[in-house]
């Protein structure tokens, strides 16, 4: 249950509101129009 409203809260704070710091757009259009590589590694939750 927790872990379901986490993830919901993540996805709203990163692809859905917008931050004022970011000139009102989301991280992720932020990230999207800048161009930049992120470096940022994607978790890997297979055995290893």
Do not use: G
């Amino acid at each position: 249950m927790f872990n379901q409203r986490m993830a919901e809260y993540l996805v709203l704070y990163n692809s859905k509101r917008p931050h004022k710091s970011l000139e009102l757009m989301t991280p992720v259009d932020y990230i999207l129009r800048e161009s930049k590589n992120c470096n940022m590694w994607w978790t890997h939750t297979s055995p290893v």
